[in-house]
C-alpha cells in the first residue's frame, strides 16, 4: 500500500514557476515508477510526466517538454515536479500517481488527492 500526498501548488503569474512535492509512504516506495497527471475544468485527466524507480528515465508530455522537469529522492520518499515559464494552459488539479511499471497511460494503482495550480495571464 502506498499513500501519496501532493503540495506546493497555488496561484502564479504566467512566466513564473513552482515546484509541486509527492510525499509517499512506504517502505516500497525506491521500487515504484511515479507519474504526474492534470485534470483542467471540463477535462479529462491527462499525462504530464513519469519516472522510473531510480530516476534515470523520465518521460513528458510534449505540452510541458522543456518547461517541467520530474525528479524524485527516494531518501525522502517524494517525487517532484519542477514547473517553469508557466502558461494559462497550465492551469489544473495536478496528482502524483504510483505504480510498479511505468507508464504514460492512467493505469496507476495509487493516486493523491491533487493540489491546485492556477496560472494568471
Known amino acids: 500500500q502506498v499513500q501519496l500526498v501532493e503540495s506546493g501548488g497555488g496561484l502564479v503569474q504566467a512566466g513564473g514557476l513552482l515546484r509541486l512535492s509527492c510525499a509517499a509512504s512506504g517502505r516500497t516506495f525506491s521500487r515504484y515508477a511515479m507519474g504526474w497527471f492534470r485534470q483542467a475544468p471540463g477535462k479529462e485527466r491527462e499525462f504530464v510526466a513519469a519516472?522510473?524507480?531510480?530516476?534515470?528515465?523520465?518521460y513528458y508530455a510534449d505540452s510541458v517538454k522543456g518547461r517541467f522537469t520530474i525528479s524524485r529522492d527516494n531518501a525522502k520518499i517524494t517525487v517532484y515536479l519542477q514547473m517553469n515559464s508557466l502558461k494559462p494552459e497550465d492551469t489544473a488539479v495536478y496528482y502524483c500517481a504510483a505504480d510498479r511499471e511505468l507508464t504514460m497511460t492512467l493505469d496507476y494503482d495509487y493516486w493523491g488527492q491533487g493540489t491546485q495550480v492556477t496560472v494568471s495571464s
Open positions: 519516472i522510473n524507480w531510480s530516476g534515470a528515465s523520465t
